[in-house]
C-alpha cells in the first residue's frame, strides 16, 4: 500500500490541525494504521495509533487529550485532529500502516510496520 500524508502547515500555539493520510489499494480496512512524527535533530517517536479494526486506539502521553486519530475506511484515509497544539509538537509526521493484525502495544513499536508515508511538516509558532 502507499500513504500520503497531507495537511501540514504553520500554525500558532494553541490552535489545530488536522492531518490526512491517503492509502491506495483495497485492504485498507484491514491495516492496522499509526502516526509518529520526528522533531529536528531527534528521533522519531510515537504519536498515535487505532487497530484494523478501529475499535482500539493508543496515544503517547504527550498528546493524550489534544490528538484524535480517526479512521474512514469508505475513504481509505487515516487523520489526525491535533488542538491545543504546542511549540514542540513542531516535527514531521508520518503515517504508516501493517497488514498485522497487531494490538495496540505492538502498534507502539515503528518497527512493527511496513507501510510509511513520506511526512508532512506541522510547525507551531509561540
Known amino acids: 500500500v502507499q500513504l500520503q500524508a497531507f495537511g501540514g502547515g504553520l500554525v500558532q500555539a494553541g490552535g489545530s490541525l488536522r492531518l490526512s493520510c491517503a492509502a491506495n489499494?483495497?485492504?485498507?480496512?484491514?491495516?492496522?494504521m499509526g502516526w509518529f512524527r520526528q522533531a529536528p535533530g531527534k528521533e522519531r517517536e510515537f504519536v498515535t495509533a487505532?487497530?484494523?479494526?478501529?475499535?482500539?486506539?493508543a496515544y503517547a502521553d504527550s498528546v493524550k487529550g489534544r490528538f484524535t486519530i480517526s479512521r474512514d475506511n469508505a475513504k481509505n484515509t487515516l487523520y489526525l485532529q491535533m488542538s491545543s497544539l504546542k511549540p514542540n509538537d513542531t516535527a514531521v509526521y508520518y503515517c504508516a500502516a501493517t497488514n498485522k493484525a497487531y494490538g495496540t502495544n505492538w502498534l507502539r513499536n515503528p518497527t512493527s510496520y511496513d507501510y510509511w508515508g513520506q511526512g508532512t511538516l506541522v510547525t507551531v509558532s509561540s
Open positions: 489499494g483495497r485492504s485498507f480496512s484491514s491495516y492496522g
Open positions: 487505532i487497530t484494523w479494526t478501529g475499535s482500539s486506539t
